[in-house]
């Protein structure tokens, strides 16, 4: 008997439509291209519980008659192609067919439509696959379709889905992309019961963007239009004072299509090299108009992918693009200058036995000096201090206000301590159990108590530690001492930072994918430091930040700090957090070109010294640089 067997139509289905519906994401974005398609100048749609139990499309397009209504969902019926060689030239955003069928399949679907010209529409219901109601109904002009309890016959499928949040999060950015694309289209989003998305549909691109990403990033993009080898490249990039620490703000569109191509993403590097810091991203949204027959978007079911017939013309034409928009509107960088940075942080109100002593400096020997003994008091054991006693101790150290830690630090549970010796099998730890252990092992190393036997000579160039003993010369760089500092006191504290509170809050808008991260890891930024409250549709406000981060770096440290942590590079929480850390140590640490006294030196020298088996900074610059006498006397020719 025959090993091969032919599956059963539903099995197909369920099959097929596991490359076209991923998630409900995947049917927002089929249906509200089969509105834009058909003609539509608005387009609503509606989800509940992340689009798991309820989505609804409606639009006022041209609508389908009954007979259309009939086979709409078929496999590969459509409207947009008719032969082979029109896959030649794809005008649309849909031709496979194959959307409907597989969301039916996997959902239980109800479609509505009515031509504008026709006294009555059409009502069809449709259950996994299997067709239920098929009626003449009265409905508006254009076509609802309503998609509800998503994967309810693959509990498989369903199990993999994500939280509520974010699979709301991918819809929006579903919508968001959808709206940039089409700005004639008005297109309007309502996420359990409360508007996420209105654009305006008035056919502006700048309008588009502030509905999609505010005021802000709108006000500081330029106009693109240029034209190169039957190439047209429209629409708005960032000037040289916009930037992100990512690229989740570069939007390309092929003929109004939505796709992801390295061409383009290297195209738009190469224009802004050397007009962004390393490490910084361009924003655009751009629209490459090219002959249909030039590009191929029958790659992949998602449509996402494309191939071009000639991948040089197209980089050709984009850099040209964006080169010549940066620097025909090339100005001097806008700076915002605080008068008074002080102004901007919050003096913290506390009670009696919350008060912080400010400690009088001490005279400081000029052939020795002893930090972190306390004055006229011997123990033992002295502990080492921390950065907020050292900016407490020396005043210009710091020279800000007191800092405290905020409400809701203390409240991550520490891990168990109890060893487990013989694992007896494999468990898949979440991430709330993986933080635990990685604070565990981060608070057992200690820093050990500071001693050093030299003599701080002084500052060179504002920014190295001059110092000799026992025969030998020194140069520290004080940033990158600091920031090790910084560094390993936050990640021993168990990754808690002390905080400052802000007197004037900081909006930061952010993508969708972005505040699901902020609003999910809130415990988490509120340990380091930032005090965040959700503000509006894309938004979040900064009510506090890691001490010492100046307050103009603030907005770009935390989107930097949220690429960090939402794993998008990868690799383990330890390594994450490590690298959050550090991120907030560089920001914070004493710059270069900072002049410091001679109490602060030794203070700075002392505490660096203390990190034993240390001699670099997080990013691996060494910290200290040493000479020996004879190493001098031989370069000055004392020695044979």
């Known amino acids: 008997m025959g090993k091969i067997n032919i599956l059963d139509k539903f099995t197909a289905e369920k099959i097929a439509a596991g490359e076209v519906v991923e998630r409900p994401a995947s049917v927002i974005k089929e249906l509200v291209e089969n509105s834009i398609d058909a003609g539509a100048t608005t387009v609503t749609v509606e989800i ?6 309820y989505m609804r499309v409606s639009d006022n397009g041209s609508g389908m008659d009954s007979s259309d ?8 019926a459509t409207s947009k192609i008719k032969t082979e060689t029109d896959l030649e030239s794809i005008n649309t955003l849909g031709f496979r067919g194959e959307a409907l069928c597989s969301i039916a399949a996997v959902s239980r679907t109800e479609l509505f439509t009515k031509q504008k010209t026709a006294g009555e529409g059409t009502h069809v219901k449709v259950e996994g696959g299997e067709e239920t109601v098929f009626e003449s109904a009265g409905c508006p002009d254009g076509t609802t379709i309503v998609v509800k309890d998503l994967f309810f016959n693959t509990p498989a499928r369903m199990k993999f889905l994500k939280k509520d949040s974010a699979e709301a ?10 709206a940039l694309s089409h700005p004639d289209v008005s297109i309007r989003l309502i996420r359990d019961g409360r508007d996420v998305l209105f654009s305006p549909g008035d056919n502006t691109l700048k309008n588009a963007v502030h509905a999609v990403y505010g005021k802000d990033i709108a006000n500081s993009m330029t106009e693109v239009d240029f034209e190169k080898n039957g190439i047209r490249i429209y629409g708005l990039t960032g000037k040289n004072n916009l930037s992100r620490p990512n690229r ?5 569109f092929i003929n109004g299509r939505f796709v992801v191509n390295k061409t383009l993403l290297a195209a738009i590097g190469e224009a802004y090299k050397n007009e962004l810091m390393i490490g910084r991203f361009p924003v655009c949204v751009l629209n490459i108009e090219i002959d249909p027959s030039l590009v191929d978007v029958n790659v992949h079911p998602s449509k996402t992918e494309v191939k071009f017939s000639s991948d040089q013309d197209v980089y050709e034409t984009a850099y040209w693009a964006v080169r010549n928009t940066i620097t025909s509107s090339a100005s001097a960088r806008e700076v915002f200058e605080k008068a008074n940075k002080n102004a901007f942080k919050m003096p913290v109100t506390v009670n009696s036995a919350q008060q912080i002593s400010f400690v009088k400096k001490e005279e400081v020997k000029k052939s020795a000096f002893t930090p972190y003994a306390p004055p006229k008091e011997e123990k033992p054991s002295p502990k080492p201090l921390t950065t907020n006693q050292i900016r407490e101790e020396v005043l210009p150290f710091g020279g800000k206000l007191p800092v405290r830690e905020i409400e809701g630090i203390k409240d991550i549970p520490k891990p168990h301590k109890e060893a487990v010796t013989t694992p007896q099998k494999e468990v898949t730890l979440s991430f709330e159990d993986e933080l635990k252990d990685a604070i565990n092992k981060a608070q057992s190393q200690k820093i050990p108590t500071p001693e050093f036997d030299v003599k701080i000579i002084g500052q060179l160039f504002g920014t190295y530690i001059l110092a000799e003993g026992d025969g030998e010369f020194f140069l520290m760089d004080q940033h990158a001492a600091h920031e090790r500092i910084r560094f390993e006191q936050i990640r021993g504290n168990g990754y808690k930072a002390d905080t400052q509170l802000l007197l004037m809050p900081i909006s930061v808008n952010l993508t969708p994918a972005e505040k699901v991260t902020a609003l999910e890891k809130r415990q988490l930024l509120l340990s380091m430091g930032f005090e965040l409250e959700e503000f509006g549709t894309n938004a979040v406000i900064l009510r506090s930040l890691p001490a010492d981060c100046p307050f103009d770096l603030g907005e770009a440290l935390f989107i930097e700090i949220l690429e960090i942590i939402s794993g998008g590079e990868g690799g383990s929480i330890c390594a994450m957090l490590d690298k959050a850390v550090y991120t907030i140590a560089c920001k914070s640490a004493i710059k270069a070109n900072q002049s ?11 505490e660096a010294m203390a990190l034993e088996g240390i001699t670099t900074c997080p990013h691996g610059r060494p910290i200290t640089v040493k000479l020996t006498k004879y190493q001098i006397e031989k370069m000055f020719g004392r020695l044979g």
């Open 169 to 178: 999060a991918a819809i929006t950015d579903v919508c968001n992309k959808q």
């Open 69 to 76: 209504a009939k086979c709409a969902f078929l496999r590969h």
């Open 596 to 606: 410091l006294t001679l109490p602060e030196l030794e203070k700075l020298y002392a």
């Open 248 to 252: 989740l703000m570069q939007v390309f």
């Open 48 to 53: 509940k519980d992340g689009g798991t139990t």
